[in-house]
């Protein structure tokens, strides 16, 4: 019998199930699990209606999406809560999602756990930028000026 | 009629890639793909290999990707298949040759669900455990698996990651963590909880459409998540 080692064609990243640490339950996969489910239905709602407003109902009004466009809306405690939510829902989900395509195809630890931290860090950091502009947005402000304006 | 068949060959003792290969096969409409490939090997090119063993869909050796979706080779067709077929191993799996994979991934997350009822308490009678006819139908549907990895191996998630328990695990912890007789459902929910359990199931819905005995798999999914919750495991 000829004994030539070929490569396999597929490299398991996880050969053997066998010799991993003793199964654990993770709460903190389950709260997520869940998470990705409700927030995603939710989802659905608040961007369908985000995007009616924001594409169809303008054109049909003949409006146009300006800084008085947005003092409007925001003047009204429900549009805010409408959006922090859609901003806060769309952000962790679509964070997550990533964090767990990661772990699907980054099998290297010390490179998935890099991945993972910057993602963490930088969709922090945007999350908070864009909650802390629906939270602080004062509607009696004038626009702003500046080279977009 | 005449069938080309398509199968993608790999011989890992030349090739460096697999390679797709063509045949013409005489078939009747009520043919199955099996019969097909069975004429390849033993009329066209005797190096064709696959497996096969009861060839009447109650095993579960043949699985195979035809026309893009896992079935049964010894189920599937002619008729349903069309003039034009494509054949190739089940995915995320090593490739050993053709049609074959080495199927050791699948059975390690089965042994680990340990797929057999425990209990070392005497029956009352002394004799048998009894259950009601509604105990019962709680594991009637994944008591059905046939372990022919069509689910595990058409989930996404087991192809990126074969460390994911799969679908096919799941099912068969199922059947004995809803058993009212067996006694190890608190192990069990354990490794269902893990990380790599089923909190990994992206519920695409894949291997409900890839199982041969249309076994509701994410409604078993699903079963255990809320008996995980129920046991009180976080």
């Known amino acids: 019998m000829t004994t030539t080692t070929r490569r396999p064609r ?12 003793k199964p654990e339950a993770s709460g903190r996969e389950r709260f997520w699990w869940y998470f990705m489910r409700l927030s ?51 952000f962790v989900h679509g964070a997550n999602g990533a964090r767990i395509v990661i772990g699907d195809y980054v099998a290297n630890r010390t490179a998935r756990n890099f991945l993972i931290g910057s993602l963490l860090v930088v969709s922090g950091i945007w999350l908070i930028l864009g909650m802390a502009v629906i939270v602080f947005f004062d509607p009696n402000t004038a626009p702003p000026v500046g080279p977009f304006s | 009629m005449d069938v080309q068949l398509r199968i993608r060959r790999y011989n890992p003792e030349a090739d460096d890639e697999p390679h797709w290969e063509e045949y013409t096969v005489p078939a009747e409409p009520n043919d199955r793909v ?28 043949d699985a195979m990707l035809i026309n893009g979706r896992n079935r049964l080779a ?69 008591s059905r698996c046939i372990l022919c990895a069509a689910c595990t191996t058409a989930c996404p998630v087991f192809w990126a990651d074969q460390s994911y328990v799969g679908p096919a695990a ?33 519920t695409t819905f894949n291997c409900v459409e890839a199982c041969p005995r249309d076994i509701k798999i ?17």
Request: glycine fraction near 6%.
């Open chain 1, 40 to 90: 995603g239905l939710a989802l659905v709602f608040l961007a369908l209606g985000h995007m009616f407003i924001m594409h169809v109902l303008v054109e049909l009004t003949g409006g146009e999406i300006d800084f008085a466009f947005v003092q409007s809306r925001w003047g009204t405690p429900f549009w805010r809560i409408y959006d922090f939510l859609l901003l806060v829902l769309a």
């Open chain 2, 170 to 202: 799941i099912v068969n912890a199922h059947r004995f963590i809803v058993d009212s007789r067996d006694t190890a459902k608190e192990e069990r929910l354990q490794i269902m909880a893990d990380p790599d359990g089923v909190w990994r199931c992206r």
């Open chain 2, 218 to 234: 994410t409604r078993a999914i699903l079963e255990v998540t809320a008996e995980i919750g129920k046991a009180g495991l976080r």
């Open chain 2, 74 to 142: 010894c189920e599937y067709l002619v008729k349903d298949a069309g003039p034009q077929i494509t054949v190739e191993a089940i995915r995320g799996m090593a490739v050993l040759k053709d049609l074959l994979v080495d199927m050791e991934p699948f059975w390690e997350s089965y042994r680990q669900v340990k797929p057999f009822l425990v209990n070392d308490e005497i029956p009352v009678d002394g004799k048998e455990r009894r259950q009601s006819p509604a105990d019962r139908d709680r594991f009637e549907d994944t």
């Open chain 1, 10 to 21: 597929t490299i398991y990243t996880n050969p053997s199930r066998a010799a991993r640490p």
């Open chain 2, 34 to 61: 099996l019969d097909l490939l069975h004429h390849v090997k033993w009329y066209q090119d005797g190096t064709l290999t696959f497996r096969r063993s009861c060839a009447h869909g109650v095993c579960g050796s």
